[in-house]
């Protein structure tokens, strides 16, 4: 345990030199030299198909915000909602111009969810071309610290739901990563548990702080005042490795053994296929020399969302595009959801 705090500490570490070292460089004078000679002579558009308010929209300002500091041009939001967006998705994917003036924020399961399940063949994932990465927030269980599973671990709630099937009660958004989280570890660990369908993330914290579920499976900043009021405590979390924010917690992979339980808001801009190369690198490199600044690293934090210490490029993006959709395509071919 020490061990896996001690690298998350290094890691952090590491991160605060290079973050300072990027901003040394200078990043306005590359980004001048790297600048297309007809663009941008218009406002950027970063386009979220959630409502205002939203986590996805409050990123996008807030990188907008930080864009717009590098470069010589006004960067604006605009929420195209509908469909639990779905409709904002077939904009970017069919209707936007590729002219590298509207760039998408995505995020990432939720579009990809939405091309193997609701799209109907007439668009995909690939309609879409990464331009960096941004953050993530992974999919948490929470408990109440004063309910029935107060002290028990991620394993041992797994194995009382194999015990005694269907009597661990679980909030779940219907058809969202929440629901499928659950779904993978029945699928995973052969147990059963029942699920509870709640509008939004608020609601099911405040139903399972007065215990009338045991679980509920949202996002740190949903929930981040009662965990520091000592309310609430994050049993474990879908991402990829433990979480800066709670680095005692396991993750869902650490508690059975497996690689493959991934859910999580993975944020990442995107352009319409087909923009010209150069102006692509050249919102790539905007967008990370906002996320390397140290007042961006600051704001995002105080959201309770990281930034870093990963960054990836345009390159880099699309591959973990690839990595996580086919992991996505992989369990709903299980599920029996879509065919192979």
């Given amino acids: 345990m020490k061990k896996v705090v001690t690298v998350l500490c290094v890691g952090l570490i590491v ?183 709640f509008q939004g993330g608020a609601p099911a914290i405040v139903a399972m702080l007065g215990n009338h579920i045991d679980i509920a499976g949202y996002y740190y900043s949903e929930y981040k005042g009662h965990l520091d009021a000592g309310k609430a405590r994050v049993l474990g979390q879908a991402g990829a490795e433990r979480s800066a924010y709670f680095p005692n917690t396991p993750t869902f992979n650490e508690a059975l053994g497996v690689n493959n339980i991934l859910w999580s808001v993975w944020r990442y801009a995107a352009v319409p296929k087909g923009v010209p190369p150069e102006r692509i690198k050249y919102l790539e490199q905007a967008i990370l020399a906002a996320l390397h600044d140290p007042e961006c690293v600051k704001e995002f934090d105080k959201l309770g969302s990281k930034i870093g210490p990963k960054f990836l490029d345009a390159k880099q993006t699309d591959q973990e595009v690839e990595k996580q959709y086919k992991a996505s395509r992989d369990f709903f071919v299980k599920k029996g959801r879509i065919s192979k």
């Fill in 15 to 197: 991160f605060s030199f290079l973050t300072l070292a990027y901003a040394q460089t200078d990043p306005k004078a590359k980004l001048r030299a790297i600048k297309p000679k007809d663009f941008p002579t218009e406002p950027i558009t970063f386009v979220v198909v959630y409502p205002a308010g939203g986590g996805m929209d409050v990123t996008a300002r807030l990188l907008a915000k930080f864009v717009e500091k590098y470069i010589d041009a006004r960067v604006v939001v605009e929420n195209r909602t509908g469909g639990t967006g779905l409709v904002g998705h077939n904009y970017l994917a069919t209707q936007a111009k590729n002219d590298g003036y509207t760039v998408g924020i995505l995020a990432g399961s939720y579009f990809w969810l939405d091309d193997l399940l609701r799209a109907q063949g007439k668009w995909s994932y690939k309609n879409m071309e990464a331009v960096a990465y941004i953050n993530e927030d992974p999919n948490t269980w929470v408990i109440s610290t004063e309910g029935a599973l107060k002290d028990k671990s991620l394993k041992e709630v797994i194995d009382l739901a194999k015990q005694k099937p269907d009597t661990i009660k679980v909030a779940i958004g219907v058809e969202t990563s929440s629901q499928f989280l659950v779904e993978d570890v029945e699928m995973v660990a052969g147990t059963k548990f029942t699920q509870v369908p």
